[in-house]
Structure formats: C-alpha cells, structure tokens
C-alpha cells in the first residue's frame, strides 16, 4: 500500500503537490509529456543522462553515448585517466565525471 499524505485545508490527498517536483527533477519531457531523458544528479554529474534509446537505458555521458560503467571499468584496469580518455576519445574530465558517478551510485 503507498502511504500518502492528506491535505486537510483542501480535503484531499497532497502527494503530488509535496513529492511531484522532487520525482520530476532532470528529467526532459516530450511535447506529450512522455519522458525522454533523465540526468540523474544534474548539478554534480551534469554530463550524465539515462535515456532509454541510448544504451539500453545506461547511465552514459551525453555527449558520446559510452557507458559511465564501462569507463570505470576500463579505468579500474588501467589507473589511467589519460590512457582512457585516448582509448573512448572522451576528455579527461568525462571520464573522471564517469568514474566519481559510478562511485557514488555504487555507495547508495
């Protein structure tokens, strides 16, 4: 059973007005509301989205389509964050935003 809240000046359940700009934050919407693409921590990993057409729905960097996932892995072989941003041709700093993501989602 989901447990929601109750708005007694209007008499009626409030969920939505509480929790519906939290669970919207990041994601893009298509013109007829069906979403298409979600940045999962914009602000910290502004360059990370999940879009079901990309990846089978990965988290990716939005610029290349890589996996953060196989970036971190390709770094967890190598300890070099130059040698795989050469091997993908993904700067430097994506590759570091991949693995810190791939960190953090790990941690939760």
């Known amino acids: 059973m989901t447990k929601k809240l109750y708005d007694l000046r209007k008499r009626n359940w409030a969920w939505h007005e ?15 509301g069906v979403a298409r693409e979600w940045r999962p921590k914009k602000n910290t990993f502004p360059n990370v989205l999940v ?12 610029e290349s ?3 953060t996932r196989a970036l971190r892995d390709a770094f967890d072989a190598e300890r070099e964050l130059e040698s795989v941003s050469d091997w993908y ?7 570091e ?3 810190l ?8």
Not at 89 to 95: I, L
Not at 101 to 108: D, G, K, M, R, V
């Open 18 to 32: 509480i929790l519906g700009n939290f669970l919207v934050q990041g994601i893009e919407f298509d013109p007829l």
């Open 51 to 62: 879009n079901p057409k990309i990846a089978f729905g990965q988290p990716v960097l939005a």
């Open 65 to 67: 389509g890589i996996p």
């Open 89 to 95: 041709q993904v700067p430097k700093e994506r590759v």
């Open 97 to 99: 935003e991949a693995i």
């Open 101 to 108: 993501f791939e960190a953090e989602l790990a941690a939760a």
